[in-house]
C-alpha cells in the first residue's frame, strides 16, 4: 500500500526567508503527487502536483516542488516566505480508483509551518 | 465562482442523535469525495461517488452513510454519533481523476 511521510511535524521560519517541506513516498509505481495547504479552520487548497514530465513543479503562490524518484521525494520549496503562509502542508499521493475514473488521497501526517515577523 | 460549499460550517449534535452534513458544488464535477479529519491529523477518505455509484473505504464505520440525490448535492449522515466522530468532515469533487477541490469543511462537535 501507499504511503506518504512528512518528517517535519512543525518548522519555523523567519518571513523573508527560504523553506523547504520534506516529503517521502512510498508507491510502487510512477506516483502522482500533490501538495496541499490548510489554514486554520479551512480546507485544503491545492498549490501544485506532478502527474509526469519536468519534475521540477510551479504552483501557486510562489511554491515549487521537485521529484526525485531515486530519493522517492517531492519536497516543496520556496525562495522568501511571507507572512501569509503560515498554514499546515500536506503531501498527497493519489491512487486510482474507481476502475481508473476517480483518485484516492493517502496524506501525509502534515507539517505545521510558523513564520516568525 | 465555481465552488464546493459545505453547509453548516460548524454544528453541534448530541451523543447518538443523527446529524446530516451537506456539500454542494457548482463544478459540474462527477466524482464527490467525503474525508473525516481529526484534530491534528491528516484527511482521511471515508467514502466517494462515481457519478450515482457509491464506493465505501473497507474501515469506513457502518454508521456514516451518505446520498447523492443529484450531481450537484451530496450529502454525509451520521446516524448515532460517539464523541469519537467529532471532527472536521471535508467534502471535495474532481473530474473524473483530476485534483480534487475542497470545501472549507464542516466542524462536528459532540455534546
Known amino acids: 500500500a501507499q504511503s506518504v511521510t512528512q518528517p517535519d511535524i512543525h518548522i519555523t521560519v523567519s518571513e523573508g526567508a527560504s523553506l523547504e517541506l520534506r516529503c517521502n513516498y512510498s508507491?510502487?509505481?510512477?506516483?502522482?503527487l500533490f501538495w496541499y495547504v490548510q489554514s486554520p479552520g479551512q480546507g485544503l487548497q491545492l498549490l501544485l502536483k506532478?502527474?509526469?514530465?519536468?519534475?521540477l513543479v510551479q504552483g501557486i503562490k510562489g511554491f515549487e516542488a521537485e521529484f526525485k524518484r531515486s530519493q522517492s521525494s517531492f519536497n516543496l520549496r520556496k525562495p522568501s516566505v511571507h507572512w501569509s503562509d503560515a498554514a499546515e502542508y500536506f503531501c498527497?499521493?493519489?491512487?486510482?480508483?474507481?476502475?481508473?475514473?476517480?483518485?484516492?488521497?493517502?496524506f501525509g501526517s502534515g507539517t505545521q509551518l510558523t513564520v516568525l515577523p | 465562482d465555481a465552488m464546493v460549499i459545505q453547509n453548516p460550517r460548524y454544528q453541534v449534535t448530541q451523543f447518538g442523535k443523527p446529524v446530516t452534513l451537506s456539500c454542494s458544488q457548482t463544478?459540474?464535477?462527477?466524482?464527490m469525495y467525503w474525508y473525516q479529519q481529526k484534530s491534528s491529523q491528516a484527511p482521511k477518505l471515508l467514502f466517494h461517488?462515481?457519478?450515482?455509484?457509491?464506493?465505501n473505504e473497507a474501515d469506513t464505520p457502518d454508521n456514516f452513510q451518505s446520498r447523492r440525490p443529484n450531481t450537484s448535492f451530496c450529502f454525509l449522515d451520521i446516524r448515532s454519533p460517539g464523541l469519537g466522530d467529532a471532527a472536521m468532515y471535508l467534502c471535495?469533487?474532481?473530474?473524473?481523476?483530476?485534483?480534487?477541490?475542497f470545501g472549507d469543511g464542516t466542524r462536528l462537535s459532540i455534546l
Open positions: 506532478y502527474f509526469s514530465g519536468d519534475t
Open positions: 471535495a469533487t474532481s473530474r473524473y481523476q483530476q485534483p480534487q477541490h
Open positions: 508507491y510502487g509505481a510512477t506516483p502522482y
Open positions: 461517488y462515481y457519478d450515482k455509484d457509491f464506493n
Open positions: 463544478l459540474n464535477h462527477n466524482v
Open positions: 498527497a499521493v493519489g491512487l486510482l480508483i474507481s476502475s481508473g475514473s476517480a483518485r484516492q488521497l493517502t
